[in-house]
């Protein structure tokens, strides 16, 4: 598997440092309030257990599933709510955990989706941000690490199901593509 990889962009140790980064963020910002983080299937899931582990405050955890992309490289630009939250978010201080922004439809979907439950307040956090890929009107308040306009695996990212369980994130050799 590790051979089909171009080039690293993020060792496992830039992973740590920047789950400390941001987990020391959000315990300062989340003090005493009701957090909720809602990690978005599958390919927040890595990022999530570290990231939590490093938020040092009560908060809770629960998942929702939503599919725009197809297998391939590019987005359709459709979501569809595949698993919602099993619980009410209402009052709550919520944040989602995204493994990357891209075009912003996923997320803008998702968040226009539990605003209208009556949150306290909604924030996002993603490990990567890809800002010049953007189409939707939509930010992350906390953000890992902006990268370049490259399709990346690894570390909970998948290419049509593979590589998820790559402990880094890197790019892929153009032949992997032709296959
Ligand atoms: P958006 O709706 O275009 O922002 O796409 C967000 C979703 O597309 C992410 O949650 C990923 O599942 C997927 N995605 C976007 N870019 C990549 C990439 O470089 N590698 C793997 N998945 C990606
Ligand atoms: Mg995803």
Redesign the pocket.
């Known amino acids: 598997m590790h051979e089909d990889l171009k080039e690293v962009l993020l060792s496992e140790d830039d992973i740590q440092e920047i789950c400390r980064d941001l987990g020391a963020k959000l315990t300062a910002d989340y003090q005493g309030k009701p957090l909720v983080c809602i990690g978005?299937l599958k390919?927040s899931v890595m990022f999530m257990a570290d990231l939590i582990k490093r938020i040092d405050t009560h908060l809770a955890i629960d998942f929702m599933d939503v599919s725009?992309?197809h297998g391939g490289t590019e987005?359709t630009g459709e979501v569809k709510i595949l698993k919602d939250l099993s619980s009410s978010i209402e009052g709550k201080d919520v944040v989602i955990l995204?493994?990357?922004?891209?075009?912003?439809?996923?997320?803008k979907s998702i968040t226009e989706l539990l605003e209208s439950r009556r949150v306290n307040s909604l924030e996002i956090v993603t490990l990567l941000d890809?800002p010049n890929r953007r189409k939707a009107n939509i930010e992350a308040k906390y953000v890992g690490k902006k990268i370049p306009d490259e399709?990346?695996?690894g570390y909970g990212?998948?290419?049509g199901e593979h590589y998820r369980n790559l402990p880094y994130i890197g790019t892929l050799k153009p032949e992997v593509y032709s296959k």
């Open positions: 978005i390919g725009s992309y987005s995204e493994d990357i922004l891209e075009t912003g439809t996923t997320l890809k399709f990346v695996v990212l998948d290419y």
